[in-house]
């Protein structure tokens, strides 16, 4: 079988393999930019890293990371959890992401965003997860929220 050209095209026997697919994403556009790193997998989560850099800082004096970098990176790992659960790329649209800051992440450390979908509909994706410094008991923030297939359906 041969490879897809894009995720879109892939035929009906193509096997997603989502390690690569989040490496893929995490390399182009503004994951790419943003250094967003593929970490890991499970069945129905990903977890995706955001190394500390000086321009993503959000008050130079702090060195704490900017928010909008963090909720880039859960939006992404939240996103892909969802095709970690269907085992296959299905577009879709973030409906809500809602986050909840607990503390500034630690200067200079590595953010690591784990994103979980717990629940399918024939549309709509349900997600959660934290994003941590190195500590998940301890986590820099937590997120829930909701995806929408644009083109199909999830199930």
Request: proline content about 7%; charged content about 20%; some cysteine.
């Amino acid at each position: 079988m041969s490879e897809p050209k894009s995720l879109y095209d892939a035929p009906p026997d193509f096997v997603f393999d989502l390690s690569r697919g989040a490496k893929m994403m995490s390399r182009h556009g503004h994951g790419g930019w943003l250094g967003l790193d593929y970490h890991a997998h499970g069945p129905d989560w990903v977890e995706l890293s955001l190394p500390w850099r000086e321009d993503l800082v959000g008050v130079p004096e702090t060195g704490v990371l900017a928010s909008g970098p963090i909720i880039s990176l859960m939006d992404n790992a939240t996103s892909m959890s969802v095709w970690a659960l269907c085992g296959r790329f299905v577009p879709h649209a973030t409906l809500d992401l809602r986050v909840d800051y607990m503390r500034s992440a630690v200067p200079g450390k590595t953010v690591i965003g784990h994103g979980e979908c717990y629940k399918l509909t024939r549309t709509i994706s349900f997600i959660r997860g934290i994003a941590h410094d190195g500590n998940p008991d301890d986590p820099v923030a937590h997120v829930t929220g909701t995806f929408m297939a644009t083109h199909g359906t999830y199930l």
